[in-house]
Nanobody, 127 residues
Framework: QVQLVESGGGSVQSGGSLRLSCAAS????????MGWFRQAPGKEREGVAS???????SYADSVKGRFTISQDNAKNTLYLQMNSLKHEDTAMYYC?????????????????????WGQGTQVTVSS
């Protein structure tokens, strides 16, 4: 079973940057699809970014060019570098992992494709 713990959230002004981290433990098989999701109050959970076992990345249009997902397999850690933050980025951010051996490209940013979830870390961007 996979355990995921996010960290790095906080409050920043519009235009600022944050780097989120997700520490993974409790597993030996390292070939997981990983993703970052976010949920603002009263809104649906949406996919932000994903990365596969060979490093191929996908991004939501709303964050493309501003956010970067990466992973350090030696440390079992997933990262989300967030630059040029906007007020609209304010949300609880969740790290997720999929137990599927394959996730199609159209499912990579769908929360239903993921089985393991962290507790979330809050990101607040003031306007």
């Amino acid at each position: 079973q996979v355990q995921l713990v996010e960290s790095g959230g906080g409050s920043v002004q519009s235009g600022g940057s944050l780097r989120l981290s997700c520490a993974a433990s409790g597993y030996t098989y390292n070939n997981y699809y990983m993703g970052w999701f976010r949920q603002a109050p009263g809104k649906e959970r949406e996919g932000v970014a994903s990365i596969d076992s060979v490093g191929k990345t996908s991004y939501a249009d709303s964050v493309k060019g501003r956010f970067t997902i990466s992973q350090d397999n030696a440390k079992n850690t997933l990262y989300l570098q967030m630059n040029s933050l906007k007020h609209e980025d304010t949300a609880m951010y969740y790290c997720a992992a999929s137990s599927r051996d394959y996730v199609s490209w159209w499912s990579l940013l769908l929360h239903s494709a993921y089985d393991y979830w962290g507790q979330g870390t809050q990101v607040t961007v003031s306007s």
